[in-house]
């Protein structure tokens, strides 16, 4: 009882990152609680899958196996989630800020009137003294994340409802394995409790998945664009750079709501969190939100003509100038000094 | 398919795509007041859905659906001006400070009352980007839910909808009554109308109308009226709204300081620029 949980979301029947990643920032979590890790996957034809998920140190694996949990719907995999987190009453659940995630965090959020804080960049455990009630709420989830268009960042918390619910993005925590031997427990959960018919209306006609086809986060080299770009256009000299130095492009988010990239290229807060040795931020003024997904990047090169980029101040470099004059000539000296 | 009755859940939104730097105060807290006040974007892509489908079936009405401040009612007239047949505005002292949670809470008694087929709403709002909204209100009706919408069309009486997730395309099918969250791909909203312009640009709430010398405004014109709900109207329980409705609570804000490294500064020139690449090379970042 008053665990932690963790949704665990299926990627072509496997575990998705984002739920392995989330499993490993659970486990620490747990060990400052002095609580168990446990999981929840729903699907059909999961034998064996509990085998993909201790080596991350759970300790129970909840699983739903039912034709009618195949593909994510959000009613039946809402009524099996709220069913047995009313049995288990989790103290705190986590779960990607992904499609699904984003879809089914809330409605379960809604059903048992509980807190959830979307996309956090941070995840702590600490108490909370409130003066007025002289009331000291004892390791409570902190949950962090920039507000307010990134101009800020909050620190949220859920003190007086359980479970305390938070999405988290992909790439924004580690994975890491604890142990590969390591086993828990399995429950089966007996879908049909949960269930209800008119869980089942909405039925899916189509499903078209892509393979990711752009796969910035595990790119050494990103050359990312901002809307100092200008337009979709010169997002071109960006490609230039990024295939001489055998990189990939990415974009903030700015830049891609203004159309000059897609938005599997988005670096930031809504977007992919980056990591790579080299990041070159062409036209980018360095919003938080943009910021919080690429700080950890090895170096970090800003090419812009404003002196008072936020940016810059993150920046191993600061070139400063206008984009269209710098990069080529940065393509110019590689090619004449590179082997 | 007779006339359908469809709510758009819209919100009055600070522009926070442009945030420029005198947007926050010396004490760090967010200026509200240089911050344009707009229609959240995702909600007019779900206003254009809501005008498709009126297009479509004789009979069918669009009515806007806000909570906010009563300035709130700018949107409801933009609304308007673009097509919506009317709108109601939630305004209370008792809603300021709720979540999600609580706004939903709100929203959803707001729905009941209205009674509708269909709500539709944008995916997130651009102040806050939770997308936890529209699901909440579909869990507190009671209503199946589909999210990021692009585009949809019914057979019979179900309605059929494209959704662009992350890494695809599902189209699914439902029934009504349903709410829909559309995606920021969705087709954009249509403009505003010379007509409807002319017709609602006096259109106020009560409160306006107290507030304003209602000379100028009702001229020769009949007076149209925005309707304006508040905590009584939906009957709601006001434990439920505001800061005690609201499961989550802010703990701290902190301004963004970004950690300076100790950056070098280079030019445009020639030189700055190969030496920066020799250091690169030099270092095994690159090549």
């Not at chain 1, 747990?30 to 080596?55: Q, R």
């Not at chain 1, 990711?212 to 990103?222: T, W």
């Not at chain 2, 009755?5 to 945030?19: C, E, G, S, W």
């Amino acid at each position: 009882m008053n665990n932690l949980f963790v949704f665990c979301e299926l990627d072509e029947g496997k575990p998705a990152d984002v739920s392995l990643e989330l499993l490993t920032k659970g486990r620490s979590l747990a060990n400052t609680l002095g609580c168990k890790l446990e999981t929840i996957v729903l699907g059909h034809g999961l034998d064996g899958i509990e085998n993909e998920l201790f080596p991350y140190g759970v300790d129970v694996v909840h699983v739903a196996d039912d034709p009618a949990l195949e593909h994510y719907r959000t009613m039946p995999f809402t009524s099996v989630i709220t069913g047995l987190f009313r049995q288990e009453e989790p103290q705190i659940a986590l779960m990607g800020a992904t499609s699904t995630g984003r879809d089914l965090g809330p409605r379960v959020s809604s059903a048992l009137h509980s807190g959830l804080t979307a996309d956090c960049t941070g995840l702590e455990i600490g108490d909370h003294y409130v003066k007025r009630t002289d009331t000291t709420y004892k390791n409570i989830l902190y949950q962090i994340r920039p507000a307010f268009g990134g101009n800020i960042i909050a620190t949220i918390i859920n003190p007086d409802h359980r479970p305390q619910m938070a999405t988290v993005r992909e790439g924004v925590m580690k994975r890491e394995i604890v142990n590969r031997n390591h086993r828990g427990e399995v429950k089966k959960i007996n879908v049909s409790d949960f269930i209800k018919p008119e869980d089942l209306v909405v039925e899916i006609i189509e499903r078209h998945m892509e393979a990711r086809r752009v796969d910035i986060k595990s790119a050494q080299i990103i050359v990312s664009g901002g809307y100092g770009m200008g337009s979709r256009e010169n997002f071109g000299l960006l490609y230039e750079l990024a295939s001489v130095l055998g990189g990939e492009v990415a974009a903030s988010r700015a830049a891609v709501d203004a159309g000059f990239a897609g938005h599997e290229r988005q670096v930031g807060q809504t977007g992919v969190t980056v990591r790579p040795k080299l990041y070159i931020a062409c036209g980018i003024s360095g919003q938080i939100q943009h910021t919080a997904g690429m700080n950890q990047s090895g170096k970090i090169i800003a090419i812009n003509n404003d002196p008072m980029a936020p940016i810059n101040s993150l920046a191993d470099y600061v070139i400063n100038g206008d984009v269209a004059e710098v990069i080529p000539k940065l393509i110019k000296h590689y090619k004449a000094n590179a082997r | 398919m007779n006339g359908i009755k469809i709510v758009v859940l819209a919100k009055q939104v600070p522009d926070t795509r442009n945030v420029g730097p005198d947007a926050m105060k010396a004490d760090g807290t967010v200026n509200r007041s240089v911050l344009p006040a707009i229609f959240n974007p995702e909600d007019l892509n779900a206003l254009e859905q809501a005008l498709r489908i009126r297009e479509k079936y004789e009979g069918t009405t669009v009515t806007i659906l806000t909570m906010g401040p009563g300035r709130a009612a700018e949107i409801i007239r933009e609304g308007l001006y673009r097509g919506a047949d009317s709108g109601v505005l939630l305004t209370d002292r008792a809603f300021a400070g709720s979540d999600t949670l609580a706004t939903s809470y709100a929203l959803a008694l707001a729905v009941k009352k209205l009674s509708p087929d269909l709500v539709i709403g944008g995916r997130q709002a651009i102040d806050g980007d939770t997308a936890q909204v529209g699901p909440q209100v579909a869990e507190k009706l009671g209503w199946p839910q589909v999210t990021y919408a692009e585009e949809m069309h019914f057979e019979d009486d179900r309605l059929i909808i494209r959704r662009r997730l992350e890494r695809g395309v599902e189209t699914v099918s439902s029934p009504l009554p349903l709410v829909v969250t559309v995606n920021g791909t969705a087709p954009a909203c249509r403009y505003r109308h010379a007509r409807l312009v002319m017709k609602y640009k006096y259109a106020r709430t009560d409160t306006e109308l107290q507030s304003e010398s209602t000379d100028y405004i009702a001229g020769s014109r009949p007076l149209i009226k925005i309707t304006e709900w508040d905590v009584e109207a939906i009957e709601a329980d006001e434990e439920q709204l505001g800061l005690s409705g609201s499961p989550t609570k802010v703990k701290e804000i902190d301004n963004v300081i970004l950690q300076s490294k100790e950056s070098r500064q280079l030019t445009a020139s020639d030189k700055d620029i190969e030496s920066l690449v020799l250091e690169l090379l030099e270092n095994h970042t690159i090549g």
